[in-house]
């Protein structure tokens, strides 16, 4: 894989240039010759972890590994649009039907263009998105929420998470940039985003209950679904529930288990609602999960600081790592992506016999 010219600088007190051309040629060197991208070597890898990582190296410069990656995903795609959840080398490992993986192949590719304003190799990779989308809409209820998964047997689960269907909410407003980018139209993409982006800020009651999990706490904003004092607000609610302090981010509140990946996702969602130095400092706190060959550990339980899993490294914690520096340092030009006005705000879509009216825009 090349590299192409794009450096990014580093951050004062989180990462330095260096450790980040370090970080990217880890991420590379983990990539299999096919494209596919595991967590760590040896290990699986999901389509949702995988474009979090081609997006890392997107950013990175490292743009032919991006399109490899993506063209692994392509090139593993089901008739319906969908994937399954787990790889290994290749092989199925979990049949399961996740909507929220599925998804977000949209918020890479649109990441993409915006990084690299390739619009030919998008054009090309449209059929797949196009196909994504439409197999994730069609499992949205009539009141907004969309249905987490299929499980082998292909059976619909009766839930929607709200993590999952925030993150779709992200994936179809994404979705909805590179389609109007290359001359498409997909109505019924903005009439389910207007749904579920409704669902995601005000009927939390529709998704099942997972409090505990910082990133139901933090993936309303980071999306998008929940924007101004709204956001403020759910994220000062929870800091001290999810934010162990001087330490960065909780998985669950219920535990002193801080990862890396949290914590750089919970950095993008305050730089979005314009708390840059807020996010500066809970980013740093990712330099304790640093190795020195410029992986990151998972997580690092408290007080002690032993790692769990025991010396576990995923490369998606270095993406996110490397995704949340890029959105504060603003060096790419995709690093705005996570930010609520520069992508398509649907119309709000309240369900029928909704007490809250869908708001008047101008």
Request: charged content about 20%; some cysteine; aromatic content about 8%.
């Given at each position: 894989?090349t590299t ?30 096919s ?41 593993h ?12 080398d ?8 996740d ?7 949209a ?6 263009l915006?990084?690299t ?38 059976r619909?689960?009766?839930?929607a ?6 993150s779709?909410?992200l994936?179809?407003?994404?979705g ?28 939390p009651?529709?998704?099942?209950p ?9 993936y ?6 929940l ?20 330490r ?17 996702e919970?950095?993008l969602?305050l ?84 007490g ?7």
């Amino acid at each position: 894989m090349t590299t192409a010219g794009v450096r990014l600088g580093g951050l004062p007190g989180v990462v330095s240039a260096e450790e980040l051309d370090q970080t990217g040629q880890y991420l590379a060197d983990l990539q299999h010759a096919s494209g596919e991208i595991p967590w760590y070597p040896g290990g699986h890898s999901d389509p949702w972890n995988h474009v979090e990582v081609a997006m890392a190296l997107t950013v990175l410069g490292r743009d032919d590994a991006a399109r490899a990656a993506y063209d692994w995903l392509i090139a593993h795609q089901l008739g319906d649009g969908s994937w399954f959840n787990y790889y290994r080398d290749g092989a199925v490992e979990d049949a399961r039907l996740d909507t929220n993986v599925c998804a977000y192949l949209a918020t890479g590719l649109c990441h993409y263009l915006r990084a690299t304003q390739d619009v030919d190799y998008v054009a090309a990779a449209w059929p797949a998105l196009d196909a994504a989308l439409t197999f994730v809409v069609a499992h949205q209820d009539a009141d907004g929420p969309v249905r987490w998964s299929r499980d082998p047997a292909g059976r619909l689960e009766p839930d929607a998470l709200l993590t999952g269907s925030s993150s779709i909410y992200l994936s179809l407003r994404c979705g909805l940039e590179v389609a109007a980018r290359l001359g498409h139209a997909r109505g019924a993409w903005s009439q389910a985003a207007g749904r579920l982006g409704h669902a995601v800020a005000h009927h939390p009651g529709a998704f099942a209950p997972k409090n505990e999990f910082a990133m139901d706490w933090y993936y309303p904003v980071l999306a998008g679904a929940l924007v101004d004092g709204a956001a403020l607000d759910r994220l000062d609610q929870g800091w001290e529930r999810h934010v162990l302090a001087g330490r960065g981010v909780r998985c669950v509140s219920t535990s002193d288990w801080v990862t890396a990946a949290e914590t750089a996702e919970c950095a993008l969602a305050l730089d979005a609602v314009g708390r840059p130095a807020l996010a500066a400092e809970l980013l740093a706190t990712t330099t304790r999960h640093r190795r020195a060959d410029g992986a990151y550990l998972t997580g690092l339980v408290y007080p002690t600081g032993v790692t769990f899993p025991g010396d576990e490294v995923s490369s998606y914690t270095a993406a996110a790592v490397v995704l949340a520096l890029d959105a504060l340092s603003g060096q790419s030009a995709a690093a705005a992506l996570f930010h609520p006005d520069t992508l398509v705000r649907p119309v709000d879509r309240p369900e029928a016999g909704c007490g809250r009216p869908a708001p008047q825009h101008p």
